[in-house]
C-alpha cells in the first residue's frame, strides 16, 4: 500500500498539485496513517480543481479498494 500512496503522490505532484499539500499527505503517510493519506490526497486534488487523468483515478479507485 505504502508504494501505490507513494505512486499516486507522486501523480498529484505531477498533476499540479502544490508542494505544502503534496508533504502534508506525505506526513500521513510517513506515520503508515495509509487512509488519511489517501483522504488528504484526494481532498486536496478536488479542492484544488486539478483535472485528473484516468490513471489517476484508476490507482485512486484501487487503493480505496484495498
Request: with cysteine.
Amino acid at each position: 500500500m505504502k508504494q501505490t500512496l507513494k505512486s499516486i503522490l507522486a501523480r498529484a505532484g505531477r498533476l499540479g498539485l502544490a508542494q505544502k499539500h503534496l508533504d502534508l499527505a506525505r506526513e500521513f503517510l510517513d506515520g503508515h496513517e495509509f487512509g488519511l493519506c489517501l483522504d488528504t490526497i484526494v481532498t486536496l486534488v478536488c479542492e484544488e480543481g486539478i483535472r485528473v487523468d484516468e490513471e489517476f483515478y484508476r490507482e485512486v479507485a484501487g487503493a480505496a479498494r484495498k
